[in-house]
């Protein structure tokens, strides 16, 4: 989405090396914990195979040598090194029952694990709020580290054609037709989770009325919002980093 590629080799390079910048750009801002997590972006050229980071490397040294492909049985297609069997586990289902989905994004950030504790969906308790109105889900149960398939396919269910779900217990997963879109929905949706915790520590929100939520929604949460608010952060990495990524 939004690539100017002209064959599959190119879009693959691009999307390879715009999934590596998510890492660092996730890392940049603490959204990463130690080697959970896991961020998936789809082959241009072959729809059933993804692309993800190996198990064990952190986000701030991920680079476009190690991404590993791997096909809708989690055999590994491309690359060396394992993967959280967890990202196979959860990513595949998200992208079988997504086909509109390029991306998915989830780590275990600090709010979004504190947030998803509570088993709530988040209020639109400011402007920001608004881009998850009516277009979050929650998969309210936890049962131990994702490792089932079908554990996968109901967090895929609990997704629905939503943007993002929260995790019950366990954290946030966004999506999007681009890696910067469900990059972007991911930072956003960690700081709504700071925001409410703490508007709610200090007293009852106050939330917006549903139609001004649904039109800042209408107005802001679409999937170019997404790719463009991402930008800089991904443009100030590969100023910072260039042939390091690689």
Known sequence: MWSACQTAEEERDHRKLRLVVAFRVLASLEMDDGVAGHVTVRDPEHPGLFWVNPFGPPFARIRVRDLVSVDERG???????????????????????????????????????AWSSLGRHLDPITQDHCDFFEDHGLYGTYEGRVLDPQEGDRIATALGGHKAVILQNHGLLTVGRSIEEATWWFIRMERCCEMQLLAEAAGR?????????????????????GWFS?????????????????
């Open 230 to 246: 991402a930008q800089s952060l991904f443009d100030a990495v590969i100023e910072a980093e260039g042939d390091a990524l690689w």
């Open 75 to 113: 055999n590994l297609v491309e690359g060396v090194q394992p993967i959280n069997p967890s990202a196979f586990a959860i990513h595949a289902s998200i992208h079988r029952h997504r086909p509109d989905v390029q991306a998915a994004v989830h780590s275990h950030s600090r709010c979004g694990r």
């Open 205 to 225: 929100p106050r939330p917006i009325a549903t139609e001004a939520a649904r039109q800042a929604h209408a107005e802001q949460g679409h999937a170019l919002a």
